[in-house]
């Protein structure tokens, strides 16, 4: 079985290195690559050498993938011809969450004429509470659009994302969707069914343990509390709260411990098992995690139950090899490479590893051996997807997958119970509202007393995922060795974990302007390592996406320059996902900010210090970098009390004005010539004011706005002036984030979406 094994592995590592390698290169250097290939397996050919031969077929499905992709591609753009118009899409939904204004429309009928199906994203522009159900088909209006690309380093890929569902497009309804036809019978049965479930839940449960109850059952993590999800990724819980393997094997794991008792033969076993699971993924939404989880799952039972077929990893290769043969974008899919990195894993570590492990209590020691096994397999992916490493995880999930694999399974039988009796039903909730609540105690008094022990680990590099391969290679070998080559190994294992443990890069990074979107934001790192954040954008994430990216989990002071969601949307989720030392804003910010209001008190347990602006401030920060800080009073702005701020590091300063506009921008009390300005009120016209910019002659002025933003910034009379007088001017909606860099005590600057020109 081995050879079958190795010759498999080639195979299918060169058709998926053909498909990556034909999305990423090039269109110069992709030809060129083919150009080479062929010219290899023409020589090999010729030579008729066997070796070579091998070799050259790997070359040949490696051109395959390539092709595959390619033609994958241009199916992918078929209606680039309708992207940014109004247009109307009829189509049956696929996939719809509760708690998000989003659904997948798959499309049958594109401005009123029939089209070879595609799936869409469609995202409500108005406001409304209904929730559109699986499998109605319904009629949209509104403007086609691309899904964007990440529009800071280390920020969302949308476009990725999407891709690896199969999704290219998204529309921006413009107002309801129009009702074509009721969901057929068996959808229209799963939402009667999710619709009863839920208000039994309501019926049965506490308002919090009954969103709880819904959001693990059907993979609805915006029915839990953003704190309580932030603390269970910590953790290395967050799986526990997504439909996917682990609860479709829960599930299918019951069920056939239920049906052990009943003379079933394998098929009818399988079938009812079939019906039960594929109900089950309906009911969770039909997301993709849980329908690939029960295909999984009912294929291996098939294989191993009636053909006695147990080779694990050959089986996920191939049916590895057939998803990314209906769509090879899923190569980019997260949910998929974890699921099937740690599918594969388990098959070949577990069991080895349980032989260094003690026999008895078994079941401790077994659950013990999988999650250690799981945490040494996902530990490179969730570092490179995530920035996050979480070593306490082995222990939490030894805790909390018991207890999860006994609320799925009990939840589902005390709903059927109640169908029969209600008593028995009450009394199944009542167990199921007490483990909940058990649930909750637990994750909180162990964070509590242990922490989370959760760190930011920033991007890792190559080198770093080649290491921890070889550390994994080396491991795998050395367990299924003798005592004495065990011995002989120990040091090569441990010198591979000391190569694969991540690195400090050089600090070169200084200043980073972020797109928050229509709001502003932005990142300092000063020369000794800590950070600074001048204001924190309208996202609550994408500020904490950049500083985990880059490893941060301390900040030394977040600045605000007053309290307008714009400025300050991000503040509470910095405040709870980092250690903030010190926190900067005006005297009145509190009293003029409505969104800053419950500050007091979530800071109330905190270490973090508040300081009020009342007039200038002068902070020497480092021996080198100095902070200059002013309270100005606009009068005849909204944003009555502005604080802005100037950072200077050995002759380069650095100018935050926030929203100063109009006449206030003369009371700004600095005097020195700045490098980078920000421009005042992302650049708005009446921020426009020729001499303030030649009072700081800035080297670059740049200007955070959002895309296609309602307000225009930056105003084209600023973008005219500017030019005018000979300033640069970067805009974030153009191309992204700006990042600079110190290069011999000069300035130099890059865009997070090079392809697009300077402004």
Not at 142 to 164: I, M, W
Request: net charge neutral; charged share 20%.
């Amino acid at each position: 079985m081995y050879p079958i094994r190795r010759v498999q592995l080639a195979f299918l590592v060169s058709f998926a290195f053909g498909l990556l390698a034909r999305d990423n290169f090039s269109q110069g250097y992709f030809t060129f690559l083919c150009f080479l290939l062929v010219s290899v397996l023409v020589g090999a050919y010729l030579a008729k050498e066997k070796r070579v031969n091998r070799l050259a077929l790997y070359g040949l499905i490696f051109l395959v993938g390539c092709t595959y992709m390619h033609v994958s591609q241009l199916a992918s753009h078929h209606y680039d011809a309708f992207l940014n118009q109004e247009v109307t899409v009829r189509g049956k939904v696929i996939s719809s969450l509760k708690e998000k204004p989003t659904l997948f429309l798959r499309v049958e009928t594109l401005e009123g004429r029939e089209v070879k199906p595609f799936t869409v994203q469609v995202k409500k522009a108005y406001q409304d509470e209904r929730h559109y159900l699986l499998g109605e088909r319904l009629s949209f209006e509104g403007k086609l659009t691309a899904p964007q690309v990440a529009r800071n380093l280390g920020g969302f890929d949308e476009a990725k994302y999407l891709k690896s569902k199969g999704v290219f497009y998204k529309l921006k309804a413009k107002k309801e969707g129009v009702n074509l036809e009721e969901a057929s019978t068996i959808f229209g049965l799963v939402n009667q069914t999710r619709a009863y479930l839920t208000s039994l839940f309501e019926k049965e449960l506490s308002p919090k343990n009954a969103r709880f109850l819904e959001g693990v059952l059907f993979g609805e993590r915006g029915l839990l509390e953003e704190d309580f999800y932030a603390l269970s990724q910590k953790m290395g819980l967050a799986h526990l709260f997504a439909v996917s393997g682990l609860h479709v094997g829960f599930l299918a794991l019951f069920i056939l411990l239920v049906f052990r008792f009943l003379p079933f033969k394998h098929f009818l076993l399988l079938g009812a098992l079939a019906i039960l699971l594929i109900y089950y993924t309906l009911l969770a939404g039909g997301v993709p995690s849980a329908i690939r989880a029960t295909g999984l799952i009912l294929l291996a039972l098939l294989l191993k139950k009636c053909l006695h077929y147990q080779d694990l990893p050959t089986l996920l290769g191939w049916i590895f090899f057939v998803l990314v043969l209906a769509n090879p974008f899923a190569l980019y899919d997260i949910g998929v490479i974890l699921s099937f990195s740690l599918a594969l894993g388990l098959g070949l570590f577990n069991s080895t590893l349980r032989g260094y492990l003690p026999q008895k209590p078994k079941a401790l020691w077994n659950a013990f051996g999988i999650s250690l096994t799981a945490e040494l397999i996902s530990l490179p992916l969730i570092a490179y997807f995530f920035y996050l490493v979480t070593p306490f995880s082995v222990f939490y999930n030894l805790i909390f997958v018991p207890l999860f694999s006994i609320l799925v399974p009990l939840a589902l039988l005390s709903c059927l119970l109640h169908t029969v009796s209600g008593v028995l039903g009450a009394c199944g909730f009542w167990l199921v509202d007490k483990l909940i609540s058990l649930i909750f105690f637990l994750m909180a008094h162990l964070e509590h007393f242990f922490g989370t022990g959760h760190f930011y680990v920033g991007t890792p590099s190559l080198l770093w995922l080649l290491g921890y391969g070889l550390f994994l290679f080396v491991l795998y070998y050395v367990l299924r060795s003798k005592k004495i080559r065990l011995v002989m190994g120990m040091g090569l294992v441990f010198s591979c974990l000391a190569f694969s443990l991540p690195t400090t890069p050089p600090k070169a990074l200084s200043l980073s302007v972020l797109d928050v979107g229509q709001g502003s934001g932005a990142t300092y790192q000063l020369s000794n390592g800590k950070w600074l954040v001048f204001d924190t954008g309208t996202s609550k994430d994408t500020l904490a996406s950049d500083l985990r990216y880059r490893g941060v989990d301390e900040i030394e002071a977040i600045i605000l320059s007053h309290g307008d969601q714009d400025h300050v949307g991000g503040l509470y989720h910095l405040l709870r996902d980092f250690k903030v030392d010190h926190l900067v804003l005006s005297q009145y910010a509190f009293e003029h900010s409505e969104h800053l209001k419950d500050l007091p008190y979530y800071l109330s347990d905190k270490a973090t210090k508040v300081h009020f602006i009342e007039g200038q401030s002068h902070l020497a920060l480092t021996d080198s970098e100095s902070l200059d800080l002013a309270l100005i009073d606009q009068i005849e702005a909204p944003n009555s009390h502005e604080v802005v701020a100037l950072l200077c590091d050995e002759g380069i300063n650095y100018l935050f004005p926030g929203d100063t506009e109009g006449r206030a921008l003369e009371e700004i009390p600095f005097s020195s010539k700045v490098d980078v300005l920000l421009a005042p009120h992302h650049g708005s016209k009446n921020s426009w004011d020729e001499a303030f910019y030649n009072k700081y002659q800035p080297k670059l002025v740049v200007a955070s706005a959002g895309v296609d933003n309602r307000f225009h910034h930056p105003h084209q009379e600023v973008v005219e002036g500017l030019a005018k007088l000979g300033y640069p001017l970067l805009q974030t909606p153009k191309g992204g984030a700006v990042y600079f860099y110190q290069e011999a005590k000069s300035l130099a600057y890059q865009r997070a979406l090079p392809e697009v020109a300077d402004d």
